[in-house]
């Protein structure tokens, strides 16, 4: 049962436009979520977070939606850039829980194009 | 100021043999987690450590275990290989498992291939 589902493999943009990255998630007792992006030969490096009790969460060019209702996230890059060009993951968390392990999604190849 | 690191980066074994992986959180550090990330998917939950103590375990046989150190350094070792476990091990750090805003950090992880 896979709680945190990226359901795009791969998007492919522009250089200079936006990437929008999805993720729904099925669990409702996560109330963190995190985004990370992994280089080849590399381990996932972290990008940007949010808490359940807001929607919104800049920082520069990222910013990640979330609209618990739906249960879903989404990770807005502008402008996308081709050192953007990695595997993105999302990933959720139960901070009431007695430990803080993180859920992944299966994580979506963004490509962008000069 | 150093981040996660692993070692090794790469590691060859066969079938039924042992493996023990290493981690050394960022300095301040004081919880270490272990995920296996296989082909395709995202990393997998193993182990949570945190002040020595085990926190958290996920849906992997007993075959894995793991222990940290005073010095917060983490090991993971894993018995009876199979080829399903050739996969790549992460080891992420945070400070302390539940605190507000806390976020992990990634080592570059250990390739491990059981032939």
């Known amino acids: 049962d896979q709680q945190v589902k990226q359901n795009s493999p791969s998007l492919s943009v522009q250089e200079g436009r936006i990437s929008i990255l999805n993720c729904d998630y099925t669990?409702?007792?996560?109330?963190?979520f995190l985004w990370y992006k992994k280089y080849p030969a590399e381990g996932p490096t972290f990008l940007i977070s949010?808490?359940?009790?807001?929607d919104k969460n800049e920082d520069g060019r990222f910013t990640v939606f979330l609209n618990k209702s739906a249960k879903h996230l989404s990770l807005h890059i502008v402008p996308s850039q081709p050192g953007d060009s990695a595997v993105y993951f999302c990933?959720?968390?139960?901070?009431?829980?007695?430990?803080?392990?993180?859920?992944f999604g299966k994580g979506t190849l963004l490509t962008v194009n000069p | 100021d150093a981040g996660v690191t692993q070692s090794p980066t790469h590691l060859i074994k066969t079938r039924g043999q042992h493996v023990t992986l290493r981690c050394s959180p960022i300095?301040?550090?004081?919880?270490v987690s272990w995920y296996q990330q296989v082909l395709g998917q995202g990393p997998q939950f193993i182990f949570q450590?945190?002040?020595?103590?085990?926190?958290g375990r996920g849906n992997f046989p007993d075959r894995f275990s793991a222990r940290q150190f005073p010095n917060y350094s983490s090991e993971l070792n894993v018995n009876a290989l199979l080829l399903g476990d050739s996969a790549l091990y992460l080891c992420?750090?945070?400070?302390?498992?539940?605190?507000?805003?806390?976020?992990?950090?990634f080592g570059p992880g250990t390739r491990l291939l059981v032939l």
């Open positions: 992420a750090s945070s400070y302390a498992p539940g605190r507000d805003k806390e976020t992990q950090y």
């Open positions: 669990n409702s007792m996560f109330d963190y």
């Open positions: 949010i808490s359940s009790i807001k």
């Open positions: 990933a959720a968390s139960n901070y009431g829980g007695s430990n803080y392990k993180l859920t």
């Open positions: 300095s301040g550090h004081k919880s």
């Open positions: 450590y945190y002040e020595k103590e085990e926190r």
